[in-house]
């Protein structure tokens, strides 16, 4: 495999990783109304902060990964969003559970356009390699529901924001030993 394939191979599982774990709240809400005492309705509203820190965050991040590093920018949204993740699992009250949500879209906001850059840069057949990008979100939106559901089914709603956020941070290593420091070309 060459690095270039590597590299877009981390970019994809970014890329499901950024949508999946933005939807892993809509899902788990269900599960947390008796832990904070709070109906649905004053719950699912906790969400907002982390959507508009998904967009806002944006435009800082492009920027850092022209003038800093891609590479780099990449390996802070793997572990970001898995540390911000996994703590959100770990919240005692609403406050606490908003600022998770905020700071996970703070992280999300990275990969749009750092990684579609090293997409773009690092890929022969442009329109297709989108394309596929594309399936690799889309796939993260499919499976939100579903993994998040069965994981609080199964073990409760924390788990699902701590095994997913392990689960990040664990690809972020890998990706930290995979892709070398010079895999950050325009």
């Not at 950024?18 to 509203?45: N, R």
């Not at 969400?47 to 820190?53: H, R, S, Y």
């Not at 690799?136 to 073990?155: D, E, M, R, Y």
Request: proline residues 3%; without cysteine.
């Amino acid at each position: 495999m060459t690095a270039s394939r590597r590299i877009i191979g981390f970019i994809n599982v970014g890329h499901m990783i950024d949508h999946m774990f933005m939807l892993i709240f809509p899902t788990a809400v269900l599960s947390m109304q008796s832990t904070f005492a709070k109906p649905y309705s004053e719950l699912i509203a906790l969400a907002l902060g982390g959507f508009i820190a998904f967009g806002a965050g944006s435009f800082p991040a492009g920027w850092l990964g022209d003038r800093w590093s891609r590479r780099n920018m990449m390996a802070i949204f793997f572990f970001g969003i898995g540390v911000a993740t996994f703590a959100t699992g770990l919240t005692q009250t609403t406050w606490q559970l908003a600022t998770g949500l905020a700071v996970i879209g703070l992280f999300a906001s990275i990969y749009h356009p750092v990684g579609t850059a090293m997409l773009v840069s690092h890929a022969e057949r442009v329109g297709r390699e989108i394309g596929v990008n594309g399936v690799w979100g889309n796939l993260g939106v499919a499976f939100a529901a579903l993994v998040t559901g069965g994981i609080s089914q199964w073990l409760g709603w924390r788990y699902a924001f701590i095994l997913l956020g392990a689960g990040a941070v664990i690809v972020g290593a890998l990706y930290l030993v995979l892709v070398p420091a010079e895999a950050n070309q325009t």
